[in-house]
């Protein structure tokens, strides 16, 4: 078995095995732009598992991104179509190239890593942590708020390409949690049927994509209006953007909104997802959880040399020893210390620590990232904390207050 990039020659090979490992899901425009990736990749470097006869049995796209981590962009790596060949099943294959894509990322100075999952449970055992989540609220357009003015609004023309994409990259640049990729972000934007802009004052200041779903229906007059990504600098073109929704309500059954704003339902005058599927038989659904990326270190030490401020000042100069459990990267598999002191954070050499943080690496990913808070690890006894005196200290000194949002799917 060999595991290499993908050579031009080898294409026919790669979109066969990517084709039959995501049958409904490949997009026609990736097995088109294959030849071209393996000559000057603009999407990512496709990594290669081969048999012994040269045949190839699993194939992934590694994609370079830049990350907001903690207010400071990062470099991030990401695996994207990870697949086996059938007639190779459960013979670690995908696990075989994950683990080498890690560490080509972490070798050449990438801290670390994401993906989207598609069983959470597969990918935590290679160290994993749960980051990102939206919430999908679909209420009916006549009960979404109205605030009598969309003048703003008009859909984007090939000239306002890259004006949106300048404004997509300032508000990753300011979000904890998003990401940059100049390939994915054209696509994933402009490729979407409808694309929606606010300009006021001749500047633009938000912008959002969507689609139409068909509803099940006894005519073909409705459908729900899918929002797929939303982003604005401020309240008023919010309202704009509400005015617009709330205007539908000939043709259009619900507004499905993907949002981060886990209080965004206060924006609508009736909540009800319109699902029924209501608890106790009363409590109506008002919206639903869905899980976004994993988030993982790819780099212990090389993850803290650029993460070396606080979320907050800590109320005491300490010397934190993290002792870490990563069962997938050998090089992870260590004991690190910490010397914090006011809002930073550096490793230090000390032999003696104030406390200590047993974790394992996908749970420390999911604290760093501001997934999930300190207490909670510890209240499920997930982690250990020598002195649970130092609890918030920890918490704001290598955890984040902010839950990540990212739009970005690869």
Do not use: H, W
């Given at each position: 078995?060999?595991?290499?990039?993908?050579?031009?020659?080898?294409?026919e090979q790669l979109?066969?095995?990517?084709?039959?490992?995501?049958?409904?899901?490949?997009?026609?425009?990736?097995?088109?732009?294959?030849?071209?990736?393996?000559?000057?990749?603009?999407?990512?470097?496709?990594?290669?598992?081969?048999?012994?006869?040269g045949t190839m049995i699993g194939s992934l796209l590694m994609m370079d991104f830049e990350m907001n981590v903690r207010g400071k962009m990062m470099k991030m790596g990401a695996p994207a179509y990870v697949s086996t060949n059938f007639l190779h099943k459960k013979e670690h294959i995908a696990r075989n190239l994950l683990r080498v894509q890690m560490g080509v990322f972490a070798q050449t100075g990438t801290a670390v890593g994401a993906l989207h999952p598609f069983n959470p449970a597969f990918y935590r055992k290679m160290g994993y942590g749960y980051c990102t989540e939206q919430v999908m609220y679909s209420p009916r357009p006549q009960y979404i708020r109205s605030y009598g003015d969309k003048s703003g609004l008009s859909y984007a023309g090939p000239e306002d390409e890259e004006e949106i994409l300048e404004f997509y990259r300032q508000y990753a640049r300011k979000t904890h949690g998003a990401t940059i990729h100049p390939f994915m972000d054209k696509h994933r934007i402009f490729d979407e049927p409808y694309v929606v802009v606010c300009r006021r004052n001749g500047k633009i200041t938000g912008y959002l994509t969507f689609d139409f779903v068909q509803v099940d229906h006894y005519t073909d007059m409705y459908h729900d209006l899918a929002v797929r990504e939303l982003i604005c600098e401020d309240m008023e073109t919010m309202k704009q953007f509400l005015t617009f929704f709330a205007s539908q309500t000939d043709q259009i059954e619900r507004v499905r909104i993907y949002t981060y704003e886990e209080y965004f339902h206060i924006l609508f005058t009736n909540p009800d997802s319109g699902e029924n599927r209501a608890y106790d038989g009363a409590i109506q659904e008002t919206g639903r959880k869905i899980?976004?990326?994993?988030?993982?270190?790819?780099?212990?030490?090389?993850?803290?040399?650029q993460q070396s401020h606080c979320d907050k000042p800590v109320s005491r100069a300490f010397t934190l020893e993290l002792q870490i459990e990563d069962d997938f990267m050998e090089s992870n598999n260590k004991t690190i210390r910490l010397r914090v002191d006011g809002d930073r954070v550096c490793q230090t050499d000390a032999q003696k620590a104030d406390v200590i943080l047993k974790a394992k690496i996908a749970d420390l990913s999911s604290l760093v990232v501001g997934a999930i808070p300190l207490e909670t690890f510890l209240w499920s006894e997930q982690m250990e904390c020598s002195d649970h005196a130092y609890v918030q200290d920890i918490q704001n000194a290598i955890g984040w207050s902010r839950k990540p949002k990212n739009y970005t799917y690869f």
């Open positions: 078995m060999e595991i290499r990039f993908v050579e031009p020659a080898e294409v979109r066969r095995n990517v084709q039959t490992a995501f049958p409904s899901k490949t997009p026609q425009a990736l097995l088109d732009n294959m030849p071209e990736e393996l000559v000057r990749p603009e999407e990512g470097r496709y990594l290669g598992c081969f048999d012994d006869d899980m976004g990326f994993m988030f993982r270190i790819l780099d212990l030490e090389e993850y803290f040399r």
